[in-house]
């Protein structure tokens, strides 16, 4: 059974930095795909930033030169580093993830995802 908990969200001022990590575990297939997803109040949920298996990452273009996602041991942890924080990036962020045992599909976390944390609030004030 896949399951993943973020951590590292917090209040932080307008420009300053926060970074989150997601420990996965229970993932068995070499083809996968992992990234973040945020949610503000009253909002529609957005992909923030994704990594795919091969090592191929895609940002949302809000988010673009400010975040970077890496992964650690493996499919272990994932990290989100957040910088030059704005208060449009309040929201509570998911990490997510999908596996898959076929060799030749390019997964799509965007679209793909069925594996999800409980969330961790990042909140930014002006």
């Known amino acids: 059974q896949v399951q993943l908990v973020e951590s590292g969200g917090g209040s932080v001022q307008a420009g300053g930095s926060l970074r989150l990590s997601c420990a996965a575990s229970?993932?068995?297939?070499?083809?996968?795909?992992m990234g973040w997803f945020r949610q503000a109040p009253g909002k529609e949920r957005e992909g923030v930033a994704f990594?795919?298996?091969?090592?191929?990452?895609s940002y949302a273009d809000s988010v673009k030169g400010r975040v970077t996602i890496a992964q650690d041991g493996a499919k272990n942890t994932l990290s989100l580093q957040m910088n030059s924080l704005q208060p449009e990036d309040t929201g509570m962020y998911y990490c997510?993830?999908?596996?898959?045992?076929?060799?030749?599909?390019?997964?799509?976390?965007?679209?793909?995802?069925?594996?999800w944390g409980q969330g961790t609030q990042v909140t930014v004030s002006p």
């Open positions: 229970g993932m068995t297939y070499n083809n996968y795909c």
């Open positions: 990594m795919n298996s091969d090592g191929t990452t």
């Open positions: 997510a993830a999908a596996e898959t045992r076929v060799v030749s599909w390019r997964l799509s976390c965007q679209n793909e995802a069925n594996y």
